[in-house]
Each structure stands twice: as structure tokens, then as C-alpha cells.
């Protein structure tokens, strides 16, 4: 079974930035796309980013680009979301989300995803 775990999560004031990191679990990670995604209270789980298996090809919601970057290091097993410039509305638990089926476009679509972490709360304040 596939297993992320997702770290980094906290509370920030809008401007700040903040790092999440995922760890996974799974020999074959690096043959993976992974994904971002964020819930709010009240509201659908929404696309933040996808990076591809090598780490070559990455895609962003028009709501982060700019702001947020996601990157791999595949010999850790991990993937991350640089947060910068945090606003209010980023507030929302964030997830980490693994593809384990090949797939040569990125997905935006949670249907896309095959597992997920457990989410890890971000919050931002003034």
C-alpha cells in the first residue's frame, strides 16, 4: 500500500512563506506524477500543482502561479510546495496526491490521483 505523509504545515501571516514537504512511500516513486491539492472549509478540494515523474515537466493553478513551486528529489522520495507570498485564501488543508498509474499528461483532476496523504493544516493571518 502507498503512503504519504504530509509535513510543514502552520500558520503564517499573509507575505510569509511556508514549505510543505511529502514523503512517500514505494519503490517505484520516481516513476510517479504527484500532485498538490488544497481544501478549505465549505468548498471542493481544488488543483495547486502536479510535477512529473522526473521532476522535468510541472504545472500550476492560475490562483499559485508565481507564488508556489513544486519540486521532487526522487533518491528521498519526497515532494515539496514552496509557498511564498501566502495570502488568505490560501488557508486550507493541504494534500499530497500520488498517480502510481503511467500517465503522460499531468492531471488536475482529483479523480486523476490514485492515493493521498492526510493533509497538513495551513493557515494564514494578517
Known amino acids: 500500500q502507498v503512503q504519504l505523509v504530509e509535513s510543514g504545515g502552520g500558520l503564517m501571516q499573509a507575505g510569509g512563506s511556508l514549505r510543505l514537504s511529502c514523503a512517500a512511500s514505494g519503490r517505484t516513486f520516481s516513476n510517479w506524477n504527484m500532485g498538490w491539492f488544497r481544501q478549505a472549509p465549505g468548498k471542493d478540494r481544488e488543483f495547486v500543482a502536479a510535477?512529473?515523474?522526473?521532476?522535468?515537466?510541472?504545472y500550476y493553478a492560475d490562483s499559485v502561479k508565481g507564488r508556489f513551486t513544486i519540486s521532487r528529489d526522487n533518491a528521498k522520495n519526497t515532494v515539496n510546495l514552496q509557498m511564498n507570498n501566502l495570502k488568505y485564501e490560501d488557508t486550507a488543508v493541504y494534500y499530497c496526491?500520488?498517480?502510481?498509474?503511467?500517465?503522460?499528461?499531468?492531471?488536475?483532476?482529483?479523480?486523476?490521483?490514485?492515493?493521498w496523504g492526510q493533509g497538513t493544516q495551513v493557515t494564514v493571518s494578517s
Open positions: 496526491a500520488a498517480r502510481v498509474r503511467f500517465n503522460a499528461i499531468l492531471g488536475w483532476s482529483a479523480s486523476d490521483y490514485d492515493y
Open positions: 510535477i512529473n515523474w522526473s521532476g522535468g515537466i510541472t
